[in-house]
């Protein structure tokens, strides 16, 4: 590996924030969305939802996120860790991995032609999915 690769990954994975906090968090996002990205109703609701709901949902998730990483665990301090682009790098992949891992499942089950969704209703589905994966997320990450 380079220099500039490793100078590259210890800015992006500081002592405070490793890869193994990335898997962590992985494996809690795929655990709880998946029930949600197969089941019927999310899909409906998703295909009903206005934009308006749909923000609301999505500042759901990310206030989700953000409260069990800075402000449920006290000993965590956003202020202290890696930024990329003035974000912490753990809430970056916190989101990364709550959206995404819903994203991944819809589309390896091909949720979204089984529902008949369009790209809308696929994206409404995957913000309701990911309130639940940001919990089994930021709980790994947390607990582990």
């Known amino acids: 590996m380079t220099s500039i690769a490793r100078s590259i990954l210890r800015r992006l994975f500081n ?13 809690g996002g795929f655990l709880l969305a998946g029930p ?14 206005g934009r308006l709901q749909w923000a609301v949902v999505v500042a759901m998730v990310v206030a989700i996120g953000w409260g069990a990483l800075y402000r ?6 956003a202020d202290d860790e890696t ?38 209703q696929t994206g409404k589905a995957v913000s309701i999915g990911a309130v639940f994966a940001v919990v089994g997320a930021a709980t790994a990450d947390s607990v582990f």
């Open 15 to 27: 002592r405070e924030f490793r890869p193994a906090d990335v898997a962590q968090q992985v494996v």
């Open 36 to 49: 949600f990205v197969v089941t019927e109703e999310v899909w409906v609701l998703a295909g009903v939802m």
């Open 72 to 77: 449920a665990d006290s000993g965590r301090d």
């Open 83 to 120: 930024e990329v682009a003035g974000i912490p790098s753990r809430f970056l992949t916190l989101m990364l991995v709550s959206f995404g891992s819903v994203l991944v499942l819809a589309y390896s089950f091909a949720a979204p032609e089984a529902f008949d969704a369009d790209a809308a």
